[in-house]
């Protein structure tokens, strides 16, 4: 196997890459790692740091694995799916209802891709394809923590 073969099945995360909803596929798979993380860092600033190391990582592998493909955000890459998911759960407690939710919203602004969010989609190279999800996963983590007060306010009352 070569170098770039094994960016390649890092990038698109082997047969994830390969499913119908990629992304979508990807997304549920990092679920375990939010909920480790959450377990096993102290504050959410650990797990912001952490959240943005694997993000360098995750940036430093896409932009060596995307000369192999022909478009500009190749599909069959998830590890911008992966890394920017973890976004979504800065500073947000780990419960059912936050994982469900937070889920949902990052697919919904990663697939429809609001707010001009699609418009990152035309940055060079790595940034379009980071920058797209990561901007999702942000406005997904405000979005998330409006829907845990409202839940909050509902079931006090």
Known sequence: MHKSDLIVRIATQGFIGKSKAAGTVATACTIPLVIAMHFFLFSWMQYFI???LLLGIGSI???YALPAFDEPDPGAIVLDEMACFLFVFVGVPIT?????CGFGLFRFFD???PLGIKELERLPGVYGVMGDDLVAALLSNVALRLCMYGWHVYNTL
């Open 61 to 63: 592998i896409v932009q």
């Open 50 to 52: 952490v959240s943005l």
């Open 96 to 100: 059912l209802f936050s994982l469900l």
């Open 111 to 113: 697939i429809v891709k």
